[in-house]
């Protein structure tokens, strides 16, 4: 039976000293200096010795963009726009675009002035080489018909005519060949012996169009005299013709529609020919033709 060496502990509460000399321990606060060395090289506290500032409270204009610059302050705040305030500066906006403005519905199209003669109600004006040209009113291209009249000596014939051009057709009218024309339930153009009407509720629907003369003589001069035009309002405009030799057919008054506005040409042309060759000269040249005076209608 071995003797026991714990029982001077167990009356002292005291453990007794072992052979080997136990650690050294360290002193009360060394280690805390390496870690927060440690941590400040990291980045994760502030330089030992300090005290840790404070975290500032972001306002409401601090921008939270990690690469802006510390030193920069915060940027103010802009104030709300006061809608009672008459010092304020408008803010300005985009101008629309030219597609814009024509897609709206609720705005006027821009009006090109062509900056050319008109006549008002009541005039009476020759178009003659000198003033060739007029432009219609709104009014007058509008409402109503235009009335062509051949005025010419007694015992001689004159034959009026139209070439016309609506949307991609072209077409002709001509006394005892087609006398309306391009729809016979609603035509526009109207020919008989004693002239030419045009109606105007549908001119916009017209590009361009030629009057023409047709000589029924057989010795191939125009015989002289006037043409006559009536507009909307007792506008009366002249267009004299000549005594020259001809081939047949003549170019007398060429027309275009511009944004609604019609604008008459007296061509004075000193070209003649037979009226498939007029035709061709003003453009008209999709026609097709029996022969050199009788269009395929």
């Not at 705040?77 to 814009?100: H, I, K, R, Y």
């Not at 015992?155 to 057709?169: E, I, M």
Request: aromatic fraction near 6%; include cysteine; charge should be positive.
């Amino acid at each position: 039976m071995s003797t026991r060496t714990d029982l001077p502990f167990i009356r002292r509460r005291a453990r007794p000293a072992s052979s080997a000399a136990p650690p050294a321990a360290e002193p009360a606060g060394a280690s805390e200096p390496s870690m927060a060395v440690a941590d400040f090289l990291r980045g994760r506290s502030a330089r030992p010795g300090r005290a840790p500032a404070q975290p500032a409270i972001p306002s409401a204009g601090v921008s939270l963009d990690l690469g802006e610059s510390p030193s920069r302050g915060p940027e103010p705040a802009t104030q709300a726009s006061n809608p009672l305030d008459l010092d304020a500066q408008p803010a300005a906006t985009a101008p629309e675009t030219g597609t814009a403005m024509i897609a709206s519905r609720h705005r006027r199209l821009i009006r090109h002035d062509l900056a050319l003669p008109g006549v008002t109600a009541g005039e009476r004006r020759r178009l003659d080489r000198a003033d060739p040209v007029v432009q219609l009113t709104r009014a007058q291209s509008a409402f109503g018909s235009l009335h062509l009249e051949p005025v010419v000596p007694q015992g001689a014939h004159l034959t009026l005519g139209a070439a016309y051009q609506v949307g991609g057709l072209q077409g002709v009218v001509l006394p005892a060949l087609r006398n309306m024309g391009p729809d016979q339930r609603s035509p526009i153009f109207r020919v008989s012996a004693g002239g030419l009407v045009v109606n105007l509720r549908k001119i916009t629907a017209v590009g361009r169009f030629l009057i023409y003369a047709v000589l029924s003589q057989q010795d191939g001069r125009m015989p002289g005299g006037t043409v006559v035009v009536t507009t909307y309002g007792g506008a009366r405009l002249e267009l004299p013709l000549t005594t020259e030799p001809t081939f047949g057919a003549q170019a007398l008054l060429s027309a275009y529609v511009v944004e609604g506005q019609i604008v008459l040409r007296a061509e004075h042309d000193p070209f003649s020919g037979t009226l498939h060759q007029v035709c061709d000269a003003y453009g008209f040249s999709e026609l097709t033709w029996r022969d050199s005076f009788t269009p395929l209608v």
